[in-house]
């Protein structure tokens, strides 16, 4: 019994550290035979969803709801997925596929199955045509290293083109490597750490995190990190890119 209430969890104004000790677990619509954790939502001041799928073998889930695109990464286990007019296809672990809003692309879980799961609303762009399904696998996609270090190294999972208005990245981090700064930008952050641990800073706070742990960063939360220990880190994050400031408050 947790007696007194102690936990590593914090929600503040423009950031959100939760652990899994404080996870709860829920279903949701159109995921069946599935438990779902919500770790960031629009009522916690975020203008995206990012949560945990935990789905039973034949469990399956619909897709999205109207104009909003869809984001999944397979943490364990594996899943089929059908895009419009393709075969079905199998993402173990480390696969990952990107639906855009409107599009019915369905899930099946082929086994028991653990999914990071992150949604928002499309913000559009005129002169830009709607971006497409992309489907891949993080082995396939080279790490490159940040700002000149091979000890930090992104590996870009979504084309980087202007019909996308998300990013969501895998970074991984050599024992003792660290982002080369403290960043402060417009972008804001849903982030899971997949591997190892290490100390992030938050606004003003410093919060030594390891796998399972979940942070939100709201725009221009100060933040930095440094993987602790000896073995390495890794993090899988989201942030919203490729639209003007003032045009995509929806």
């Known amino acids: 019994m947790n007696l007194f209430g102690p936990g590593r969890s914090h929600v503040g104004r423009d950031h959100a550290f939760i652990t899994s000790d404080s996870f709860v677990r829920s279903p949701m619509p159109g995921w069946e035979r599935t438990e779902c954790i919500t770790l960031i939502a629009p009522r916690i001041g975020a203008r995206f969803t990012q949560f945990l799928a935990e789905m ?42 990107f639906a855009p809003a409107g599009i019915d692309l369905r899930l099946r879980a ?45 590996h870009v999972l979504l084309p980087d083109e202007p019909a996308f208005d998300l990013a969501v990245n895998v970074f991984r981090f050599k024992p003792g490597a660290a982002l080369p700064f403290v960043e402060v930008h417009v972008m804001e952050h849903g982030l899971l750490m ?52 003032l045009g995509d408050e929806t």
């Open 56 to 97: 039973q073998p034949a469990g399956t889930a619909g897709p999205s709801a109207p104009g909003v695109e869809r984001v999944v990464y397979v943490l364990e286990g594996t899943a089929a997925i059908r895009p419009p007019g393709e075969r079905e296809r199998s993402l173990a672990a480390g696969g990952f596929v």
């Open 110 to 154: 082929e086994t028991a199955c653990r999914l990071n799961v992150f949604e928002k609303q499309y913000v559009a762009r005129p002169d830009v045509h709607p971006p497409r399904v992309v489907v891949g696998h993080e082995r396939d996609v080279e790490g490159q290293p940040f700002f000149g270090d091979p000890d930090a190294r992104l």
């Open 194 to 245: 997949l591997e190892g641990q290490g100390v992030y800073r938050l606004g003003e706070s410093w919060y030594p995190v390891r796998a399972g742990d979940v942070i939100w960063m709201a725009p221009f939360c100060p933040q930095w990190f440094v993987a602790a220990g000896k073995t390495p880190a890794a993090y899988l994050y989201y942030k919203d890119i490729n639209r003007d400031p």
